[in-house]
DNA sequence: TTGTATGCGTTATCAC
DNA sequence: GTGATAACGCATACAA
């Protein structure tokens, strides 16, 4: 057994089938199906050949493969803003559901901009063999331009005729609203998320729906930066709303927009109570905690990924469009209406 | 100008060169150089294949193009942990770098298991140019054998003849005991990271370098998980050290040391003095907010993805080495020492 | 400047 | 069960 197991073929480079098949002295289409199929071989040479293969170390070229086969084993994902703490559960689940899948999984972001977002789709689509959008800034006919028919799936927003995973807002706004009803605020103030967020008007529509139903008065304000800064900048026309709760596009927000209260001196939820959605990771860290309404967002990546691994594979789809649950997580940002 | 860009090579397949050289009246390989090389060719045919390759949208196949140049245009980013919040700027900028070099970058994630990382990287290597390993947990040997002599960096460790951005601890370290030295504290408790974190030894060894020239009492304490839980779980350690201080490898530990401590009823600073490393997002939220030792984690992804780049490019890899300042964030949960 | 021929490493189709 | 051969789409060496 020799040690130096780098017997390449030429120079350097990584060891090919053909070195395989030298080794072996068979020949190089049996390597090739020695490896890619399981028993439909001499057990006897597949057993050489996979000494061979070892010996010399020899990994399949994936671009090879991959241009006979026209597939990379590999899918996009394009964020928004990775540093935004809800896009972690969809990396996170996205990941490891791809690969477990086998497939690789390229993140990408868009830095909340549209243009940049067409760019990194224009780039990536070729070499990709499936993509998972989630929170998408592109209009409908920009993305089935860019995408193309490549297999695409949709987190966090509804196109006809493109799967998606859906959050079911219903469940948890109405809780939200029960819960702000029940301490007696009868205004609310909603923040809005960006101008283009399909998931921010689904919110809002809910909101609206619910208050309505109980008799309060909702005013929505925005569109804001779905970030802390956004938060902090929306704090004046919160306060000049008059409403005693806020409910925030996301934690984010919220956030800010609390930061920029206490900064103000005015209490929370002493004077206003504040809420968010996606309980992100420092939401029960804030001083007062924050009132979020949670959403499945690692099961949204991975379910995600799993969808869309199934179309690339031909099979049958069996939970598209099915819904994510959502749930209120009552911390201590709300709390009984201001008399005002 | 006929409306159907999509009169594609045979059925529904994308267009290659063939076509595009077909409806162009030239020859295959005059495309190719016409889309690779600028101006090495005659204007006027170049902006005939131009308009061929756009009228059919046409985009190279990045597996042919790869197969015969050998290169993917892709590399590689490993961490331990995607929701840990430290990771984000360094995913961020190794991102930004690469693409904006032309980059793809594959983000996989090792789940803080030495096994798994193997296995991610195995499966990664052939498939990239290069590789970024950010606190990796492998053995030196591991890492030589998985790797093999495909480009890497390593981020916050170090091992001879691997190329490395590493932060200098040394200046955020002797901040934080001078800090500490000048609120009267003469006994601090290390809470320590993983097992086999280098760079936890480095805060360590820089903490009791320190702590001896002042004379002030310092204990390790640890190995720790670097988890919010970890850091919940240590607290009967750090309690039973007597320690006024305590220095978390983290800051993830330190915020669930303090959780543990406030569910505990020991005041912080008032009764115990808790500082971390990483300035998370989630520091500045929690109450008190976290005094900590900030490293330029940003910088230290793009620094780490363009030296990367400028080998795999066979260039002058200019700022090998250089180190990334750290600095001393004063909060409010570091105090004057508790008279014991 | 442009066209022709060849090879990158793999898989699938066809003989044997 | 195994081997020869063509094809995937592109980029280069060489010829024209």
Redo the contacts with the bound molecule.
Sequence with gaps: MTDEAGTR?RRG??????D??ELA?????????????PG???A???AKIRAAADQLR????P???G????RSQTLALLVADITNPVIFGIVRGAEQAASEAGYTLVIAESQESGEAEGEVLRRLVPSVDGIILATTRLSVETMHELVGDKPTVLINRDVPSIPAILPDVEKGVSELVEHLDGLGHTSIAYLAGPAASWISDRRWERLLEHTEKRGIAAVEIGPNSPTIAGGRAAVRRVRASRATAVVAFNDLLAIGLMQQLADDGVGVPAEISVSGFDDIFGSELIVPALTTVRSQLESAGARAARLLISIVDDQEPDDARHLLETELIVRASTGPAAAS
């Design positions: 073929g480079s990584a060891a090919t089938i053909y395989v098949a002295g068979v020949s190089p289409s049996t390597v090739s199906r020695a490896l890619s199929k439909r071989i001499a006897s040479t597949e020899f990994r399949v070229n671009m090879a493969r241009l006979y086969t026209g």
